[in-house]
């Protein structure tokens, strides 16, 4: 019997640990059961049967108790919330309650670390929108991986590689290898742009590109009217883009209509397909096509054919490989090619493969990767997309040690909830993880806040940049990936410390308000804040540098004078008038006192001259040195008005009849050609042959990045893009206004069109200019994180500090002394990261000084300048809190509890 | 067997019946269920206080103890007033769904 009543006990107590069940339910459950047992036995079976057949006809007492629960409860549905719901970890609704309670006690420091690691990820979104903008170009041609730009380098001489190559090779390469499907060549048109019209509609149009039928199938452009295959073949096609279209017909249907070039010898053209809006991710963007064939209809003559310029690097050509087909076994069959291709060229010693070598240069890989010789537009830098992830890192890990300083400064806020939770059998693991999520759960807000700032900050970059950025959430998977990779990655680098940290308090100490030896940790936030400090002074002292290059660049001595000339290029009905009497229209310019000199001449310095072949009298072909030539040749002018200095001889003059066809030459180009007394030495040129009658001192006439190269200047007096003129200094505006009107009175249907010498030139230094206001902005977001990290944690310790200052006062301590005992140890901190980060800063930039061949020093002044303004920035952020604290009243301070 | 939700929305009208002819207690309850169903209505015993508990709270039934010594501690239920016009109610429209289910299940299909 007395077994039977324990195992009753035991039943009772599953009922008792049920909290649904008052005691009054169990008395009757109980007295329900024992009837139970009582029946059984009466049905004969032993005690323990009777006892078993009760529990079972009883019933589970887990769901009786559920369902009781059900009834009494006011909530209508849902668990008893002592049980353990299914995917929910128990506990979770009391962390989001503590972490709630945290936030809401705690705005202050809660803001901080919110706008911090939100500045720090929006940051990181913007970025990331940059680099998958850079490594998308061209990606969007469906055959791309398939898709190569035959390249050619020289491997005698100069060892050019040129971006360029001559119009037969994409036809002979196509012949010659049967790996490769389809070829299609590119070649822009002269001239920065033409002018189209259409009844009474002129349209100036720039980026013209001939190119040959084959172009829709290699590329992916599709068309929005006509037909692909046809769109290209005959001779005086042309296939606009949607924005010209729509500029020169509105809403006409422009197909089959014709436009005339006005002013390019009136050529009519007939429109046979419109594209689609394109994608401005390209190396190669243009605005309408015009069929190859109009090419070679327009330049082939008796002395001339496009098929015949082997060597003329004039045509970007494209090969389309077969499918499953590896460049490199294309590549291969490339020498072999060369040597039947060119085979003509050879003087039958030397075979052609050894004197130039051509490559497959993925079309993927041109806008990050290639800077080669004549480019269609200056590519971007793999560098910048390396210099931008970089910095990304940075300014996140900057967020990142500001939520770990203040989150584990202000651990010893929450030691009473730690040591509760512990008492209460909290293990170490799960308070890890309770901190963790918590800063895991903050970053994820930071990381919604990010995104709304990114989409508001989105146009402002968009204009910066000239880029279309946009947020294309939905359609991309991994841009979603890598942004919320993002936001836990800085919630698990700014919750990992403290949480491992504030899980190991000891719950005994920490009840009895002995807060846990802390010196590992001061050590860990003294160098967190010397880390953030030296990353901002870092980049303000390479921003300091970078800026200083670019105005040395632009200020330096060029050997010519850049400023007050103006340039006007001559097309149109101008160019048919200029080429009338080009000295008359510069004498009629030249009459207004404000103009000093007008030229009339190829190109300007700035922009790249050409190469070619020279020899000296006496040399053979064999012998030619290539140096960089002025394209067009120049003026009688040009020397003056360029104000460049001639070191030796003199300009070309209408005195001298030999003159015609003289040379000008510069000093490098003396010491390349070996030249002792060059003026007089007679310089061939294709039939131009003449004789060197003065020399030009080194002017820069490309960037300066490269040192001065050799560049020998013919006499054209009669051709040429461009009008260049000087004028006295402060009267452009003046000058301006009469070339209006004059060009306007002698080509009426003409557009005037000017740009300034200087713009021109500084336009070779744009990326440095980019990067430069980059490097700005980013100092900026880095100084501001640090310093709203450095505000909340002066602000903690100040507060913490509110007692003894209050005593220092008593005992008679100054306002001024108060501040700096204040300050002192956040001063030691920045004086470290100056010192840590000056050398790294001074090789890095040094570094990139490097790249140019004229560069300004290092001065002293640029770190003086970027340690005394970090210093007055942390010294206000920290001064704000200081003062406040310093001419408080002692009593204030001390009643504080 | 008789399906669950069948049992859970029978128990109802079925307690209400056995307490309207009398006072009882829960384990009487269970055994007249037993009895009267012929075991076709299977419930573990457990299963009847949250329905106790829920007409009681519903104030379709009310309780009283009785303790007394010697004897086992009983808790009779008896049938309120509103419980009566709840069981009424409940009668009416079993026997409703009954009497749908016959016709229809008494009926010959006809094909048109």
Known sequence: MASIEKNIEKWKKTLKRNPSFEESDIMEMESHFRSLIEKYMEEGFNEKDAFDKAVQQFGEIEKVGEDVYKVRTPKLVGKPSWQESKWIPSLIRNYFKTLGRNISRNKFYTTLNLSGLTIGIATCLLIILFIKDEVSYDRFHEKADRIHRVTLKYEVGSQTHWAAIGPPVAKGLKDAIPEIEETVRMYPIGGNFHIFGYENNRYKATKGVYTDSSFFDVFSYPLKHGVPETALIEPGSVVLSEEMAQAIFGSENPIGKDIHMTDWGNIYFTVTGVLEKMPTNTHFPFNYLVSMSTFYEVTSGPNWNPDNSLTWAGMYEYVLLDEGVNPGQVEAKLPDFIDQFFARLADGETKPSSMATMYLQPLTDIHLYSDLEKEYKTNSDMRYVYIFSIIAVFVLLIACANFINLTTARASNRMREIGIRKTLGAGRKQLAFQFLGESILLSLISFVLAYALTVFLLPYLNEITGKQFTFEFTSDPVLILSFLGIALFSGIISGIYPSIYMSGFSPVKVLKGITPNSSNNAFLRKGLVVFQFAISIFLIIGTLIVYNQLNFLRTEQMGFDKEGVINIPIFGDFEEIVYENPESIKQELQRNPNILNVSISGDYPGKRFSVESVRLDGQTEDEETSVRIADEGIDYDYIPTMGISLSEGRNFSKMAPTDTNAWIINEAAVKKLGLENPVGKILHWGSYSGPIVGISEDFNYMSLHTEVEALVMPLTPDWGDYLFVRTTAGKTSEVLEFLETRIGELAPSNIFEYSFLSDEFDQLYRSEDQMSSVFWYFSLVAILIACLGLFGLSTFIIDQRTKEIGVRKILGASTKSILVLVSKSFIKLIAVAFILSVPIVYLIMNEWLSSFAYKAEIGIWMFILAGISILLISLATIGFQAMKSAISKPVEALKSE | ?112
């Open chain 2, 1 to 112: 067997m008789i399906s669950k939700s069948l049992v859970a929305a029978s128990s109802k009208p079925l307690i209400l019946t056995i307490l309207s002819w009398g006072e009882n207690y829960g384990y009487e309850i269970i055994q007249k269920v037993g009895e009267l169903s012929g075991g076709v209505l299977d419930w573990s015993d457990g299963m009847l206080y949250p329905v106790l508990y829920k007409l009681e709270k519903d104030g379709l039934v009310q309780s009283r103890w009785e303790i007394e010594e010697g004897s086992r501690p009983r808790k009779y239920y008896s049938i309120t007033k509103k419980g009566k016009e709840e069981l009424a109610q409940e009668k009416a429209q079993w026997i409703n769904v009954n009497e749908v289910l016959q016709t229809v299940w008494n009926m010959k299909p006809t094909v048109s």
